[in-house]
């Protein structure tokens, strides 16, 4: 089983790779669609399409017709995050000699997801009472995006570049730390309507007993179920899939009702 983990966690990898070293902008772009028809809806202006909704409808569509791959494999933000909580990993491991992956606890971690809401809700509030432009240099993903570019962000962005160093170390307390608890985008993706048929499902009757596995390693500690309110919180991330010891995980219909047939 560990050598069928290592094989999942080198492919993931290396797409999360590609996508870092092609399109590392994706989700600034996408959340600058968002923004746009806000503050074309806050100045009582038609909204008008933009290249940036071009991507904000390509992904939202994606997401609900395959869940949020983007998030697990493609987002550049969250590559940052699991490369800075694997290397952190790393070093407990090797230098601490602690075996267990850290992090929060599911409580701690469900009442902390609400954090993204209240950040968009914020962020939306800010553009319809006008004060967002007093925003301007505060983004961290502002920052990352022109570190990506090859652009070193100038005073301006001093607040943004102290921010991104805070979500840097929160990266590596907890695994998608920005992602479940602080993405605006991420907000949007966890409220979109995901088609059951790209939701996780496990045969329940085939699960050993007291085994639990697949929760553990969820970064969100999320049950397998495609039914599950938590549902919009998964970022495809796939690690619960091969976690299982029994292969008793997949991507489409109810695997229970399908055994019954």
Same mark, same amino acid.
Request: proline share 5%; glycine share 8%.
């Given at each position: ?37 806000f ?19 390509? @992904?939202? %569509?994606?997401? #609900?017709?395959?869940? +949020?791959? /983007? &998030?697990?494999?493609? $987002?550049?933000? =969250? ?24 992090g ?12 993204k ?27 990352f ?11 301006s ?9 805070? @979500?840097? %170390?929160?990266? #590596?307390?907890?695994? +998608?730390? /920005? &992602?479940?608890?602080? $993405?605006?985008? =991420? ?47 998964c ?11 029994r ?15």
């Amino acid at each position: 089983m560990k050598k069928r983990q290592r094989k999942a966690r080198l492919i993931r990898a290396g797409i999360q790779l590609a996508f870092f070293l092609a399109a590392p902008a994706l989700f600034s772009t996408a959340f600058a669609g968002v923004k746009s028809v806000f503050l074309s809806l806050a100045a009582h202006e038609p909204v008008g399409w933009n290249a940036f909704l071009d991507v904000t409808a390509a @992904l939202l %569509i994606l997401t #609900c017709l395959f869940g +949020r791959h /983007f &998030c697990g494999y493609a $987002c550049a933000f =969250g590559t940052l995050g699991d490369a800075l909580y694997e290397g952190t990993l790393w070093v407990r491991q090797k230098i601490f000699h602690k075996k267990k992956r850290h992090g929060y606890s599911e409580k701690t971690i469900r009442l902390l997801q609400k954090g993204k809401y209240l950040l968009l809700l914020f962020l939306i509030a800010s553009i319809f009472t006008g004060w967002y432009p007093k925003l301007q240099g505060m983004s961290p993903w502002d920052v990352f995006s022109m570190l990506t570019a090859g652009k070193l962000p100038n005073t301006s962005y001093k607040i943004g570049v102290f921010l991104l160093i805070v @979500l840097m %170390i929160g990266m #590596c307390t907890q695994e +998608r730390f /920005f &992602c479940q608890f602080l $993405c605006p985008m =991420g907000a949007v993706f966890a409220l979109m309507p995901i088609l059951p048929g790209a939701l996780f499902q496990r045969n329940r009757s085939k699960c050993p007993p007291k085994c639990g596995a697949c929760k553990m390693r969820c970064p969100a500690h999320l049950d397998i179920d495609g039914d599950t309110p938590f549902s919009g919180e998964c970022i495809c991330c796939h690690a619960c899939r091969v976690t299982c010891p029994r292969k008793n995980i997949q991507i489409g219909p109810n695997v229970q009702e399908a055994s019954k047939e």
